[in-house]
């Protein structure tokens, strides 16, 4: 059964600080996807990553996919109140099915 | 453009009743459908998905179930509703990358 686990689950930064979430998986997959819930709201896809080594950036925040290590690091920079969600990775199983981790609260105080 | 809607927004039901979210996507055809489910405070569980008409996969035994009568609609039911049947329910469909676009999501609270 894959298993996908992010830490920390609770995040509070300051504006301006960067910081980094982590992704693990425990299965094989060479794909990733990260995605922005705001409170009350749905989910807004925010990057696919498809292959190892894969990079995307928009913005204030990078991730990346190490499918040797089964890792993904979502990377916040200078971070902005704007950023305060919840953050999800999602790893694709056989199927076409995602299995989500249990999401980042981020908080970004003045 | 593709678009996807959910239905209704916002329920509250009594335990035992019946339930009925529907969810219907425009602009694309033969789409994977899921619904997925989150309880207060906690991750997304994947309930049901579909590749087709007809064609329905469970992935949780559980008190609901899921139908595909058209080959843009899903739709999510419960004869009888449980307090644990509360939360918030997002459909979505599965784009050509593979990221899952999901609809506005229906907040369902069983008292």
């Known amino acids: 059964e894959l298993k996908v686990e992010q830490n920390p689950l609770f995040l509070s930064m300051q504006e301006g600080k960067n910081y980094t979430i982590y992704c693990n998986y425990s299965?094989?997959?060479?794909?990733l996807y990260w995605y922005r819930q705001d409170p009350g709201k749905s989910l807004e896809s925010l990057f696919v990553l498809l292959s190892n080594g894969a990079v995307k950036q928009e913005g204030r925040l990078m991730a990346s996919l190490d499918t040797k290590a089964r890792l993904s690091t979502l990377h916040i920079t200078a971070a902005v109140h704007d950023l305060s969600a919840t953050y999800f990775c999602?790893?694709?199983?056989?199927?076409?099915?995602?299995?989500f981790g249990k999401g980042t609260l981020l908080t970004v105080n003045p | 453009s593709q678009t996807i809607h959910q239905w209704p927004a916002t329920l509250v039901q009594p335990v035992g009743s019946p339930l009925s979210l529907e969810c219907t996507v425009e602009?694309?055809?033969?789409?994977?459908l899921y619904w997925y489910r989150q309880a207060a405070g906690r991750g997304l569980q994947l309930l049901f998905y579909s590749v087709g008409i007809g064609q329905i996969s469970s992935e949780v035994p559980q008190n609901l179930s899921a139908s595909r009568p058209q080959d843009r609609q899903f739709i999510l039911s419960s004869k009888k509703l449980l307090l644990s049947d509360s939360g918030f329910y997002l459909c979505?469909?599965?784009?050509?990358?593979?990221?899952?676009?999901f609809g506005e999501g229906s907040r369902l609270t069983v008292l």
């Open positions: 299965t094989t997959s060479d794909r």
């Open positions: 979505a469909w599965r784009q050509p990358t593979g990221e899952l676009f």
């Open positions: 999602a790893v694709e199983k056989s199927n076409y099915k995602l299995t």
């Open positions: 602009g694309t055809s033969n789409p994977n």
